[in-house]
């Protein structure tokens, strides 16, 4: 009697093309005429059909995190270790206004709190 | 466009991605991305936020176009926005029950965005009980089917990496984690519906 790892074997041979005329013809009527055999080919062909999506989507993640990673190291200055640490050292940095200056995001709340506050400052 | 690349009309890029040309995914994806980072930011969203949406959109317009299933009915940059502000949406709705009203630059057009999203959702749902499913599987099944339907290895390299005496006996062995993944699979996928 043939396991379920036997109709799967049977099953990837058959996709694959490689049975024997005479094999294939013969596994095709009894597809058509036993519907638990077809509903095991459709599970069959519905399992390794996602297994193969599930590949490509992944791969697809890694391309898209790879364009991703590139796109934001080109945008991003790269700051010259060497050259910083050589204006530190002859005390040049802050004087000639070279520091990094960090990007705050700022909300529009605070933006208007900001101005606000500005504006009604002691002189 | 830059850095001596060519640039591409939606025609060429949608003929450029069918037949997976890498460089034209580059530049599509760098072409859009500060539209969708934008919209996401102006909506109480984070870059890695941005990132993620955008990334979940333009897959579902690649694997649309794979499969030769896109039917693009506008722009490219139409399509994208429309795809990843309903992605947004429902992240925020997740989020915090979001209910008001997002800052759109773009009128909302029908794009045929909504129907292509539903689609991906289930199938991102049937990918998703297949991550989970070959988490439980174990080794070395796991290992075995992500080796030959994920990597695309030959019978016999798995043989020798798995140290089976031959290749039939790696196939049989493969069958019998195909079985164990069914069970699996469809279990989940079951329960989830």
Known sequence: ????????????????????????????????????????????????????????????????????????????????????????????????????????????????????WQSHRAP | MGKGQPSYTDEEFVAAIRRDDDRALAQLYRLHFPMISHYVLQNSGTDDEAKDVYQEGVMVFYEKVRDGSLELSCQIKTYLYAVCRRLWLKRLAEKTRFGGRLDDYEPFLETGAEADLELAEEKERQLGTMAQSLDLIGEPCRSLLEGFYLLDKSMQQLTDEF??????????????????LKKLFFNQYQESN
Do not use: W
């Open chain 2, 163 to 180: 140290g089976y005496t031959n290749a039939d006996n790696a196939k049989n062995q493969k069958y019998k984690c195909l079985v164990r």
């Open chain 1, 1 to 116: 009697m043939k396991t379920e790892a036997d109709y799967y074997a049977l099953f990837e041979t058959y996709r694959a093309g490689g049975l024997a005329d005479a094999e294939r013809t013969a596994l095709e009527h009894r597809l058509a005429a036993d519907p638990a055999l077809a509903q095991r080919l459709r599970e069959f062909e519905e399992l390794t059909g996602t297994l193969t999506a599930y590949g490509r989507r992944q791969a697809l993640r890694h391309r898209l995190a790879a364009i991703h990673a590139d796109m934001v190291s080109e945008r991003t200055p790269r700051l010259d270790l060497a050259k910083v640490a050589e204006q530190d050292e002859r005390g040049e940095q802050f004087a000639s206004g070279q520091a990094p200056r960090p990007m705050l995001r700022i909300s529009r709340t605070e933006q208007k709190l900001r101005a606000f």
